[in-house]
């Protein structure tokens, strides 16, 4: 069987807010646009102050978010269970975004290692305030006193 999907990433952004910021939902659009990602499916979660949840799944989203543009061919793929989790870990007055992310740019990448008969022996996602650190502390041990 060919895979029809490259490697998925879950993101989830927490807010100290009731709402997601517009400049964050633009900033999923723009990378959207670039075609080395693909949204596959998206919720909001809240966590009110009184520590009850609220999921919007993408099609509940209404004016809640400005991405209900966007079609998500994965869309559900994000399981509630998953989503609670999520919202049980964060604190009262937060919402979180959730994405389920594609890297299309490896789809031909994943064809071809499947192909091959390749084995992933090794997947570590870093995070990128650890590596702008690590990079800050190499900057700062090359420079010369």
């Not at 069987?1 to 910021?21: C, K, N």
């Not at 061919?73 to 989503?83: C, I, K, N, Y």
Request: no cysteine; charged share 25%.
């Amino acid at each position: 069987m060919e895979p029809s999907f490259g490697p998925v990433e879950l993101v989830a952004l927490a807010f100290d807010t009731p709402r997601i910021p517009p400049s964050v939902a633009q900033a999923v659009l723009d990378v959207g646009a670039t075609g080395a990602v693909t949204l596959l499916d998206l919720a909001v979660v809240r966590r009110d102050q009184d520590g009850n949840i609220d999921i919007l799944e993408a099609q509940d989203l209404g004016d809640e978010i400005d991405l209900v543009a966007v079609e998500l061919p994965a869309s559900g793929l994000t399981g509630d269970e998953d989503l609670r989790e999520i919202a049980e870990a964060v604190e009262p007055g937060t919402s979180v975004l959730v994405l389920a992310i594609e890297h299309t740019w490896s789809r031909e990448l994943v064809t071809a290692a499947v192909a091959a008969e390749a084995d992933v022996i090794l997947h570590e996602r870093v995070p990128a305030v650890t590596v702008n650190e690590i990079a800050a502390l190499a900057d700062t041990a090359a420079s010369p006193l």
